[in-house]
């Protein structure tokens, strides 16, 4: 029998949405966007909590503009290989900080939906009971 460690380690809890299409940049290519790791997505959390306390509007517009691109590359798979559309996050950050802000933008709020960064305390843990049956074993 597996500890609960090993359970925890094996566990498939990442989201994905499969069929993604972004016509705008290929036509008739579907993609896989996946959930952040709660590491992933915490670091993301942090830079913004910084962020917040800076004054200057230009330099935290293009900043937050970049950490949705770089959770975008993170998450941004070829759903016919299942591999990262970009390894090289530097490289995919460059090129996304440079598309569409609508589509990053559309594709960053599909990633918090999967890392479920859109809902707050409350509503997550009345999911856990949901999931759980509201009791503890």
Do not use: C
């Not at 933008?105 to 960064?117: A, I, R």
Request: avoid cysteine.
């Amino acid at each position: 029998m597996a500890s609960l460690k090993d359970l925890i380690r094996q566990a498939n809890d990442i989201r994905r949405q499969e069929d993604v299409e972004i016509p705008e940049w290929a036509p008739g290519h579907l993609f896989v966007v996946t959930g952040l790791p709660s590491g992933d997505w915490e670091q993301y959390q942090n830079k913004m909590s910084k962020l917040i306390r800076r004054d200057e509007a230009t330099s935290m517009e293009m900043t937050i503009r970049s950490n949705k691109a770089e959770i975008v590359a993170k998450a941004l798979r070829d759903q016919e290989t299942d591999e990262p559309v970009f390894p090289d996050l530097r490289e995919g950050i460059s090129i996304l900080s440079r598309r569409s802000a609508g589509i990053v933008n559309g594709l960053f709020n599909l990633v918090q939906h999967l890392s479920d960064g859109d809902k707050d305390y409350t509503q997550k843990i009345a999911a856990a009971e949901k999931d759980f049956g509201g009791g503890q074993s």
